[in-house]
């Protein structure tokens, strides 16, 4: 079974940083990627940023790029989100996964492992 859980969510100024954590459980997680995913108030959980098994290769919702920035540290089970210029839209509940073997990077089916979530508010 496979555990993941997020940290580093909080309350924060439109134009600030957070960084979140994401510490999976387990000796396989670096045999898949990983993906960050949110969720606002009535709405559809949607795609952040995904990561590669090595790192070498990242992916980015285009209303994020250029602000967030995914990265993993395999020695340490971790895979991290640092979000910078965040907006009052940025404001959900944001969600770790580990992707399965195959499918998309962007959609929620194709993730097999999900964290619990963290809390993330911005404001104007």
């Known amino acids: 079974q496979v555990q993941l859980e997020e940290s580093g969510g909080g309350l924060v100024q439109a134009g600030g940083s957070l960084r979140l954590s994401c510490v999976a459980s387990?000796?396989?997680?670096?045999?898949?990627?990983m993906g960050w995913f949110r969720q606002a108030p009535k709405k559809e959980r949607e795609f952040v940023a995904a990561i590669s098994r090595t790192g070498d290769s990242t992916y980015y919702a285009d209303s994020v790029k250029g602000r967030f920035t995914i990265s993993r540290d395999n020695a340490k089970n971790t895979v991290y989100l640092q979000m910078n210029s965040l907006k009052p839209e940025d404001t959900a509940v944001y969600y770790c996964?580990?992707?399965?073997?195959?499918?998309?990077?962007?959609?929620?089916?194709?993730?097999?492992?999900w964290g619990q979530g963290t809390q993330v508010t911005v404001s104007s």
């Open positions: 387990g000796r396989t997680f670096s045999s898949y990627a």
């Open positions: 996964a580990r992707k399965r073997g195959a499918g998309n990077r962007d959609i929620v089916i194709d993730y097999a492992y």
